[in-house]
């Protein structure tokens, strides 16, 4: 009997839960649109049956299989420049006829030209006309060797502008408590060829044991590459005697303030020059390297060592006189500018 009862509630219950499953499958369908319909893959996805070629980068790279468009030269130009692709660039073009004409001194209309005329002339000499000068005594020692002890120099100076200088340059040595033995003095007029070189020409006047000469002179003297100081000059004497001399030399900071310079000098002659005890060709050589300390850039004491010696007839010369043709000497002094 329990069991029939069991049965007829069982069946009761069918149709209602029936019932209940439509109305949430109804809910469903109305929730989702798509909901009955077969999706097609191909509308949802755009790479639907293409065959997408592997690339380096893996299935995940989203440009692989495709060819990416090209930007032209000019694009990119243009996109660097900050311009739009297609926008021409803004016309060149020269000024106007209206910024060419007018005074050539427009401040004279408001301050007057007789007060304007002083200002521009300073405005000139301050940028490029300036006037100034230097004298450099390059070398001013005692020398010391075999033999009398004596004493030489070398100095330089000029004055003027940027372009053109009055320059004059001297030179000499002795022994000490004796005349000069050999002296000249240099006067110039300078003319800049660049930033680092100068034409120099003038006149020079040597004295000394032996008979004065008088030259005409032309050289350069100027700043090398690699900051060697270098000078080269042509000299004709009133007798007609032709020389010539190169000169070079370079400093080497080893501190701040210690300086090693070394020197070298040539002198050369077209001809004999019996009575100033000239030779030929190669007459001397001279190389030196003094070492220095800057306490100041104005003034610096060294010491150093030169060896000079002569060549062809200028050595016979000297044999001839008792003096020998070369050898070292100890070099102590100053140098210093202002």
Not at 230 to 248: P, V, Y
Not at 283 to 289: F, K, N, R, V, Y
Not at 300 to 316: H, I, K, L, N
């Amino acid at each position: 009997m329990k069991y029939l009862l069991s049965l007829l509630l069982a069946a009761a219950a069918t149709p209602a839960l029936g019932q209940h499953n439509h109305a949430a499958a109804e809910q469903l369908v109305t929730a989702d649109p798509h909901a009955g319909h077969q999706m097609d893959e191909e509308a949802d996805d755009p790479h639907a049956g293409h065959d997408m070629p592997q690339s380096p980068s893996g299935p995940s790279d989203p440009h692989a299989g495709h060819q990416m468009p090209s930007t032209s030269a000019t694009d990119a130009h243009r996109a660097h420049a900050g311009h739009e692709p297609g926008i021409p660039d803004p016309p060149v073009a020269p000024p106007s006829a209206a910024a060419l004409r007018g005074p050539d001194h427009a401040a004279d209309a408001i301050f007057g030209a007789q007060a304007m005329a002083p200002a521009r002339e300073t405005v000139r000499k301050e940028h490029g006309d300036i006037k100034s000068g230097m004298i450099l005594i390059d070398q001013l020692e005692a020398v010391m060797g075999k033999g009398k002890d004596g004493y030489a120099w070398e100095a330089q100076g000029w004055y003027g502008g940027d372009i053109d200088r009055l320059w004059f340059k001297t030179e000499g040595e002795s022994s000490f408590g004796e005349s000069p033995e050999r002296a000249e003095v240099q006067a110039l007029w300078s003319r800049a060829l660049d930033p680092w070189w100068n034409l120099q020409a003038g006149i020079r006047q040597d004295f000394g044991a032996g008979p004065d000469r008088t030259y005409a002179v032309v050289g350069v003297q100027g700043l090398a590459p690699y900051w060697f100081e270098m000078g080269g000059a042509l000299f004709l004497s009133d007798k007609g005697d032709f020389t010539a001399r190169i000169e070079a030399e370079y400093d080497q900071r080893l501190t701040q303030k210690l300086i090693l310079q070394p020197a070298a000098e040539l002198n050369f002659s077209a001809q004999d020059v019996p009575e100033l005890g000239i030779g030929s060709g190669l007459s001397t050589a001279e190389l030196g390297l003094r070492l220095r300390y800057q306490f100041v850039p104005e003034f610096a004491p060294y010491v150093g060592v030169r060896y000079e010696r002569a060549f062809g007839d200028t050595a016979d010369f000297r044999r001839a006189r008792d003096e020998k043709a070369g050898g070292w000497n100890f070099l102590i002094g100053i140098r210093s500018w202002f």
